[in-house]
């Protein structure tokens, strides 16, 4: 299976990713803000156009937000394209008396509760690019469109803020309404802003998939790993001496890791030395995801450490993973408050060492689900019933996304 991914087209272009290492540079001198979005889990089944459109136009959305709160560009990258696999904290599952290996995402086995759909399947990988394959077409189809023409995203963003549950933005889109008609009246050249650049992330987790994914540079001779054009390694397989941290160390995509709140300074030390040891700026992205009750106190040390290193760094906030808790039915879920203050407390944390605070990485969708509690939209745990879609973890729903852009971008201001 792996010979036959290798001799399949590359996904994205080595001249893409340097464009998107250039991009993040900027942010991390305070140039531009990185905003990360989508599915937690990627389904095969859900790779179709209008689902698609749906986290597109909420990224769209999102960044027009971002964009006038920061008067920054804002670099927009999907969890899109690539995030077919998952982590799990337990190998298996049980249900009554059955027991079944853990669903690990649709690019190892089916979410189905029987045996045979438990069961890991090779050939999942190549369903793995051609499902990319699709959903990389039909981005660029999207974004180059028309679809992603900045009066069209605005003219959405006003739909939002006439539903009086959200009246307390409306302040805030009514500046960005006046600044949009201002363009127009001054002859603004909206040609160039009909196509935007979105590029794609995922957490690079299957190493066979990773490794045959990698090709070799015509131009330089470099190795880039062709399935994405932004790559992380999560807070389990985030070990400088382990095989994930190894492979993407010979790659010359952007990186990223999360760093959970056990990280130590000299962990953060040791995985610049490992992926960015010459300080290239725009290689090398932290994504904190520490949890609302940590992130104050867990975020201060490694910053201070990585600060006093001076090699570069993107600083960007999860503020979905460590607030996971279990609800009275039984389901998972968060809460927005949660996550928002775990965002502020990554504001404070950077205002406090005089550093940037780069960007979010969030969990989302385009679709009217109910996964997560709280927001102006006030979805309690009996909510959570009405839509609960997801195969993994909890997402924010399409209007959950823009009330949180809303925040983030007076925190910007």
Not at 47 to 73: C, E, F, N, W
Not at 81 to 108: H, N
Request: hydrophobic share 40%; proline share 5%; net charge negative.
């Amino acid at each position: 299976m792996t010979a036959e991914l290798r001799s399949r087209p590359p996904l994205v272009f080595a001249g893409e990713v340097d464009d998107l290492r250039d991009e993040l540079a900027a942010a991390g001198r305070g140039e531009a803000f990185v905003l990360t979005g989508g599915d937690c889990a990627e389904t095969f089944a859900e790779s179709t156009a209008d689902h698609l459109r749906l986290k597109i136009q909420t990224i769209l959305q999102m960044a027009v937000v971002l964009t006038y709160g920061a008067s920054l560009p804002v670099i927009k990258i999907g969890r899109i394209a690539g995030q077919y696999a998952k982590p799990r904290s337990s190998d298996i599952e049980k249900r009554g008396d059955v027991t079944l290996p853990s669903y690990r995402g649709d690019a190892v086995n089916s979410f189905e509760f029987t045996e045979e759909a438990r069961t890991p399947d090779p050939g999942r990988l190549l369903g793995t690019y051609q499902h990319a394959a699709a959903t990389f077409n039909l981005i660029r189809a999207f974004t180059k469109g028309g679809y992603a023409d900045l009066r069209l995203v605005h003219h959405w963003n006003r739909g939002f803020t006439s539903n009086p549950a959200y009246a307390r933005y409306e302040s805030l889109a009514s500046e960005i309404h006046r600044a949009v008609k201002f363009m127009e009246a001054a002859g603004a050249d909206f040609e160039s802003l009909r196509q935007v650049d979105l590029f794609s992330s995922h957490e690079a987790l299957l190493l066979e998939y990773e490794a045959a994914m990698t090709r070799v540079d015509s131009r330089t001779g470099d190795l880039y790993d062709t399935s994405g054009h932004f790559l992380w390694v999560g807070e389990r397989t985030r070990d400088p001496q382990g095989a994930h941290v190894e492979l993407l160390s010979h790659v010359r995509n952007p990186l990223g890791v999360k760093l959970g709140p056990t990280t130590t300074p000299e962990e953060a030390i040791a995985l610049i030395d490992r992926l960015n040891p010459d300080g290239e700026p725009g290689r090398l992205t932290f994504i904190a995801r520490m949890g609302s009750k940590h992130i104050r106190d867990a975020l201060p040390p490694l910053v201070e450490a990585v600060k006093a290193d001076g090699r570069p760094v993107i600083w960007t906030t999860d503020p979905m993973h460590g607030n996971t808790i279990t609800s009275s039915t039984g389901l998972k879920t968060r809460q927005f408050e949660t996550i928002m203050d775990e965002v502020r407390g990554f504001f404070e944390v950077h205002d406090a060492a005089g550093t940037v605070p780069g960007g979010i990485h969030v969990e989302l969708t385009g679709d009217d689900v109910t996964e997560i509690i709280g927001g102006s939209e006030h979805l309690d745990e009996q909510s959570l019933k009405d839509r609960y879609e997801t195969l993994v973890d909890p997402r924010l729903n399409h209007q959950q996304s823009l009330e949180m852009a809303f925040q983030v971008a007076e925190l910007l201001r």
